[in-house]
Each structure stands twice: as C-alpha cells, then as structure tokens.
C-alpha cells in the first residue's frame, strides 16, 4: 500500500484497524473476533458503497456478489435485500453466526465434506451463502 493511500484511509477510517506490519496468523484472527477487536468492522457499512451503490449495480439484477473475507459486513444484506446472490467467505464462525443474527435472518448450516472442518451457512431465503474455512481451500470446492 503506498503511503499516500495509507494516509487517505487512516483519515477516512481512524479506527479501520489498518494493518502496516504483516499478516495475521489464523489464530490471531480466530482471536480479534473472540475478544471483539474487531475494528475493521463498520456497522453502518462501507460508506462510499452505500454512495455509489446505484451506480455500482449499474440497474442490473440478479448479481452474484462476492465478498472474500466477509466477517460480518452488512453491505451482504443490502445486495441481498436487493435481490442479488451473496457468497462470502470467512474463517471465524464466529463471526458469521454473529452476521446472522445481527440481521435476524433464519439460516441453515452444513459440514462441506470436501474441505475437512468446514462449514456452508445459507439464509433461509437462499440468497444469502457464506463458506466458513479458509479462502484459499474454497477453490477446491464445487
């Protein structure tokens, strides 16, 4: 990330939790989420997404969203609510658990026997379909 950028996030986002020195290991992640430092989190959503969003869908329907690295963002149930397809991707069930309940939606949970621990947790509505494991086992899936 060069700095001017790093510098126009940090006064957009103060408390965006940005990272400068390094990834996080899986446990430090599985952490953030346990003890709720979870900083990067923006309740009312992104706000420059909500913006735009108009222009981002650009009037179509029926988009198949992704959204690597989900946690809870609840930009999900905007496109969702909007009748588009949502697929995220995050390791902390816990914070996929704590995606639906915030947004009080009824889902249903499965093993995915072809990424060992992994779990797919889909809304009652069938739009919304989050993978709990890693981004880099999801790939093999489907």
């Known amino acids: 990330m060069d700095k001017a950028r790093a510098s126009l996030e940090t006064k957009e986002y103060p408390d965006g939790g940005i990272q400068r020195d390094g990834a ?6 599985q952490d953030m989420w346990v003890t709720h430092q979870i900083g990067f989190h923006q309740e009312e959503g992104h706000r420059l997404l909500k913006k735009h969003l108009d222009t981002f869908l650009n009037g179509k329907s029926g988009l198949r969203v992704f959204f690597p690295l989900c946690g809870k963002a609840v930009e999900m149930r905007w496109f969702a609510d909007l009748g588009h397809h949502v697929i995220g991707v995050e390791i902390s069930e ?11 939606l009824s889902y249903s949970e499965e093993p995915i026997t072809e990424i060992p621990g992994a779990k797919m947790f889909k809304s009652s509505s069938g739009n919304i379909t989050l993978y709990c494991c890693s981004i880099f086992d999801l790939p093999r899936y489907g």
């Open 24 to 29: 996080l290991t899986l446990e430090e992640w």
């Open 94 to 104: 816990l914070g996929i658990r704590e995606f639906f309940a915030e947004q009080n």
